[in-house]
Structures are given as structure tokens and as C-alpha cells.
T-cell receptor, first 111, second 114 residues
């Protein structure tokens, strides 16, 4: 079992829909990253959070440390949101572990 | 501020050849990471530099991979000799500090070994 599990693996939505991508992890962390990878492109960091909730435009990320779970929400989705969304967990301070990545969620938003 | 840059963006080589990937981190970022994504799998850590020193190279697959970071600035990752299973996308990232610091990724180098 991977230390970081994302769901769903693939998601197709109609433009305008509210989207949720989930991430569960099994190790202690100092922070959780949500990343976005466009086809053929690099990786963009969307959020880094260690508690609560963060919002940037139409994107919202939440984390529940006790439940070891985070969600990424996209409101009023648009075809340009189509990308792979990746969750990654950063180790606790002092840990020798490195960033551990989920397998990603392929999001396709249809016009 | 310039972002993390990687080149080449694509490289196609034959099995047995050598390839060198380069990463220029954001200026002032002491921490530099190499990651790899093999088709269909999650991104995996390769190694971590702090300035010019290798802090952690536990993710390097084998001794065909050699990474350097001259003077604590840019880094190179050399694969010699390349094998088919080395194909994938190699990402570089940098950050100011190791913990609780945003990571900045490059666009990656897509390596295809034929």
C-alpha cells in the first residue's frame, strides 16, 4: 500500500461543475503539497498546507491532520483546469524521509 | 524572479549512450532535488543537494546515475550507460529550506531510451 493514496485516478467533468480530489496519507508530515501538471508541461505548486484551509482563486485546499486526509476543490471548473493533480507529503522536521508523491488524478473538464 | 530551468526538454538516445541533464535552480535556493516519473507510476525521489553537498542520494537507482552540483549552483544528472528502463520524465525542484518551504519545479526533461 502506498503511503500517499489519491482518488479518483481519473475524473471527467462538465464545465462549471464542482470538483473534489482526495488525498490520504499514512505517515507523519510537516506539510502537504498540491501540484498541477499540464500535458507536456512542468509541475506547478498550487498549495502547501499544514493545517486548515487555503484558497486561491477557484481552488480550495483543505487538510485534516487527525484524519490524515486532504482535499482539493475546484469551483466552476473550466477546460483549462484539465491537468494531472498530484498530492505530495513532506516529512516532519528532523526526518530523513523525502517528499512522497501520490500517483496523481487525471482531470478532464469538457466544454 | 526566474524559475527553475531544465534542459534539454526532450532527449532521445540509444541504449548504451550517455545523457546529461541540467537543472538551474532559483537563485539563492540551497536545496535542490531530482525526481523521476516513469510512465504510469508516481513521481519518485532521486536525490537532494544542500548547496554543493549531496544530502541524500538514497533514491538513485544504481551507479549508472551520477549527480553533481558545482559550486552549489546548477546541477547535472548524468546517466551512463543509459538503459531502456531509464526512460521517463526527470524533474528538478528547488527550495529555500528543506522543511515547510514551497517547492519550485522545473518543466522536466523527457528522456526516451530506445
Amino acid at each position: 500500500k502506498n503511503e500517499v493514496e489519491q482518488s479518483p485516478q481519473n475524473l471527467t467533468a462538465q464545465e462549471g461543475e464542482f470538483i473534489t480530489i482526495n488525498c490520504s496519507y499514512s505517515v507523519g508530515i510537516s506539510a502537504l503539497h498540491w501540484l498541477q501538471q499540464h500535458p507536456g508541461g512542468g509541475i506547478v505548486s498550487l498549495f502547501m498546507l499544514s493545517s486548515g484551509k487555503k484558497k486561491h482563486g477557484r481552488l480550495i485546499a483543505t487538510i485534516n491532520i487527525q484524519e490524515k486526509h486532504s482535499s482539493l476543490h475546484i469551483t466552476a471548473s473550466h477546460p483549462r483546469d484539465s491537468a494531472v493533480y498530484i498530492c505530495a507529503v513532506a516529512p516532519r522536521r528532523g526526518s530523513a524521509r523525502q517528499l512522497t508523491f501520490g500517483s496523481g488524478t487525471q482531470l478532464t473538464v469538457l466544454p | 524572479e526566474a524559475g527553475v530551468t531544465q534542459f534539454p526538454s526532450h532527449s532521445v538516445i540509444e541504449k548504451g549512450q550517455t545523457v546529461t541533464l541540467r537543472c538551474d535552480p532559483i537563485s539563492g535556493h540551497d536545496n535542490l532535488y531530482w525526481y523521476r516519473r516513469v510512465m504510469g507510476k508516481e513521481i519518485k525521489f532521486l536525490l537532494h543537494f544542500v548547496k554543493e553537498s549531496k544530502q541524500d542520494e538514497s533514491g538513485m537507482p544504481n551507479n549508472r546515475f551520477l549527480a553533481e552540483r558545482t559550486g552549489g549552483t546548477y546541477s547535472t544528472l548524468k546517466v551512463q550507460p543509459a538503459e531502456l528502463e531509464d526512460s521517463g520524465v526527470y524533474f528538478c525542484a528547488s527550495s529555500q529550506s528543506r522543511f515547510n518551504s514551497p517547492l519550485h519545479f522545473g518543466n522536466g526533461t523527457r528522456l526516451t531510451v530506445t
